[in-house]
């Protein structure tokens, strides 16, 4: 086994941490990303020591993780979007004026991966996003991404996680012939705070398959741990969608190049507007 530098954010608790840890123990150098400075260092003492801390709901926290990873790290051999939530009834704006669920689970992704894409190019890196089945639900409308129009919580979640593996897409087509790739899986249906943290009506969903739940260590190990320690290309092909190790089905919107190649171009216009 070649030892890698991997980049996991969300890695305070549940997946991230979990994936970290294995990770770690497998002798890569792993470098963990959370919102919560005390549980972030208390995973870092674990993993290495190495962790910086961004808030995804404020863009400026990513951009300054960005500039942190590219003075810190020579090398990411791999970058893990993990990090994701679901959020109340209401629809919440943050302070840079996006829709809460679209800003940390999809752009807040795809600006850090955007300001890594030179160092992940030069290090023939790979990107893995943590996306979830709720993306068969999903619906990406490119002139209402941050659904302004019949906004309700699952239906933000499953439109960004649906986002996730279209932009995931079209990274893969955009650079693996330059050496970086991409893939996305989902995690299974996983026991980590995500589950206790949203909401009465969330709870009650996923309670009829408590006895479906994973822990987050066979989460990760199944998923996250294996992309990330596997070489990308050679033994797993890229630019696809995983579930328990396989290749899986998805929304039918998630293969339109056309779907893919707008919502890049527009989460571009997004930033820079």
Partial sequence: MIPKTIVITGAS??????????????GHRVVVVGRSPSKTA????HTGGEYFVADFAVLDTVRNL?????AHCGVIDVLANNAGAMFGRERRITGDGHEMTFQVNYLAPFLLTQMLTSR???SG??????????????????????????????????????GLILFTREFDRRYRL?????????????????????????????SPLRHLVLTPEKGAARTLVYLAGAVPGQDYATGEYYRRGKVAGTNRHARDPDLAEALWSRSIATLES
């Fill in 66 to 70: 960005a500039l942190q990873l590219l």
């Fill in 13 to 26: 608790d549940g997946i991230g941490a979990a994936a970290a840890g294995q990770l770690a123990q497998e």
């Fill in 120 to 122: 992940l190019l030069e």
């Fill in 178 to 206: 330059r050496g970086a790739t991409s893939t996305t899986f989902h995690p299974g249906l996983v026991a980590t705070n995500f589950l206790g943290e949203h909401g009465m009506a969330t709870r009650a969903g996923y």
């Fill in 125 to 162: 890196g790979t990107v893995i996003n943590t996306s979830s089945a709720a993306n068969l639900l999903g619906r990406v409308d490119p002139d209402d991404l941050e659904l302004e129009r019949r906004y309700r919580p699952f239906r933000a979640y499953a439109a960004a996680k649906l």
């Fill in 42 to 45: 208390a995973v870092a003492t």
